[in-house]
């Protein structure tokens, strides 16, 4: 049994970072979890306890604006602030584990977290691995691109979270993800033009700065985010080590499709034992 420690830590403009550290004995590896836009780590609860089983210390935050974080509900005044906030939680990690490997996995907004983290800060983590990664422009967020710069100029107008239905083939994760209280059901249209906009744009300019070893995991069905932008990823970092894997029947949230999940935190699992 892994032992739960939650807590908050200022970010460097005072926002309230919600965290939990879910810690085994001897543990192999760490591993820091980046949660997606309008999620919360609570979603990740079944991932963390597989993790811990294979001997692994996870650390997981709320984003600013998500979850019990401070900030303003689904807002970000610059998509930095979120890879500046995730290296708060790797240096939490490297400190509390000297000399263990370090690793990072991100989801959606959280894979953009990701790889962005991954240009910025170098030679931090002994790799990190992408699932379902907004990285690109996308289809979903064509609106606010076309706005031009609208989200500036109006960054509280209120956008609906609408793609429930697109997160998984199971009812029951929908059903579970509409229920649930800390799901946000709106984010502001300066949040999205900052991470779905400006932030690929970003991403584009500093691709070749990436270098970590990562695996690289999409749902073939994804219609959220298209599985293009893991396949332009993975054509376009400058790893030598690198792996991408498309699993053709999932949607978006590939860990939470009832027949898939386990093989596919297997496949984390195994791509980790044998880099640590």
Known sequence: MANCVEGKIKAFDGIELFYKKSLVEKPKAVLVVVHGLCEHLGRYNYFTEK???????????????????????????????????????????????????????????????????????????????????????????EAVKNKGDFFDKHPFEKVPNALSNLISRDPEVVKAYDEDPLVLKESNIKLLGEAFVKGPIWIENNVKEYKYPCLILHGGNDQIVINEASKWLYKNISSKDKSLKIYPKCYHEILNEKDEKDSIIEDIHNWIKERI
């Open 51 to 141: 993790l811990n089983d294979f001997g692994y210390n996870v650390y997981r935050f709320d984003n600013r604006g998500h979850g019990r974080s401070g900030g303003e509900r689904g807002y970000v005044d610059d998509f930095q602030h979120f890879f500046d906030d995730a290296d708060l939680f790797v240096n939490m990690a490297k400190i509390e584990n000297k000399g263990i490997p370090i690793f990072m996995f991100g989801h959606s907004m959280g894979g953009f977290i990701t790889a962005g983290y991954g240009m910025k800060y170098q030679n931090k983590l002994n790799g990190q691995i992408l699932s379902g990664a907004a990285v690109i422009d996308l289809p979903s967020f």
